[in-house]
T-cell receptor, first 114, second 113 residues
Framework: SQQGEEDPQALSIQEGENATMNCSYK?????LQWYRQNSGRGLVHLIL?????REKHSGRLRVTLDTSKKSSSLLITASRAADTASYFC??????????????FGTGTRLTVIP | DAGVIQSPRHEVTEMGQEVTLRCKPI?????LFWYRQTMMRGLELLIY????????DSGMPEDRFSAKMPNASFSTLKIQPSEPRDSAVYFC???????????FGPGTRLTVL
């Protein structure tokens, strides 16, 4: 399966600390995306990094991609209680029909303690 | 744009009843996805459409599940007959094309008693 796996499954930190979540995947990708899901809500797209990029920033988010290791990391700096959510990586890769599709990982549950 | 619209937001039904979930994708998006999310199994892709045509339904659990997309602005996911193990949150998402950023609806929380 192409599905990514996030690590850790759950992370609890104090407000103001940085949070790092990792994603590993299995096959070649076109791009990798990170999503956030607040409890009871749909997923929301955060950031996309293309396979030829190594690092990307968006506000307090920093994403890295290492295609040789088939892994990515999401860093949230200066965390806030409002960052409490589940974070998913998603890889754009061919599915079993040969068409490109998005495969979601299992998610990291982040809790930021005020 | 109002985003992806799903209805109903909550559905409680009894085992054996037919359940129909509805989705209106974002206008102009060519791809539509149905997902199911539970604590035990996480987020599962059930089926997706591209230009109203089902492309991959390998995630549909069994014949009790069916999905249609009669036009570019509407899709349904039907469960008949429903079973307690179908209880989950069902999300619809749309994108310009597969592999692009997906926009999720608010979900339908289904409870089958």
């Amino acid at each position: 399966s192409q599905q990514g796996e996030e690590d850790p499954q759950a992370l609890s930190i104090q407000e103001g600390e940085n949070a790092t979540m990792n994603c590993s995947y299995k096959t070649s990708i076109n791009n990798l995306q990170w999503y956030r899901q607040n409890s009871g809500r749909g997923l929301v797209h955060l950031i996309l990094i293309r396979s030829n990029e190594r690092e990307k920033h968006s506000g307090r988010l920093r994403v890295t991609l290492d295609t040789s290791k088939k892994s990515s990391s999401l860093l949230i700096t200066a965390s806030r209680a409002a960052d409490t959510a589940s974070y998913f990586c998603a890889t754009d890769a061919p599915d079993q029909t040969g068409a490109n599709n998005l495969f979601f990982g299992t998610g990291t549950r982040l809790t930021v303690i005020p | 744009d109002a985003g992806v619209i799903q209805s109903p937001r909550h559905e409680v039904t009894e085992m054996g009843q037919e359940v129909t979930l509805r989705c209106k994708p974002i206008s102009g998006h060519n791809s539509l996805f149905w997902y199911r999310q539970t604590m035990m199994r996480g987020l599962e892709l059930l089926i997706y459409f591209n230009n109203n045509v089902p492309i991959d339904d390998s995630g549909m659990p069994e014949d009790r599940f069916s999905a249609k997309m009669p036009n570019a602005s509407f899709s349904t996911l039907k469960i008949q007959p429903s079973e307690p193990r179908d209880s989950a949150v069902y999300f619809c998402a749309s994108s310009l094309r597969p592999g692009n950023e997906q926009f999720f609806g608010p979900g339908t929380r289904l409870t089958v008693l």
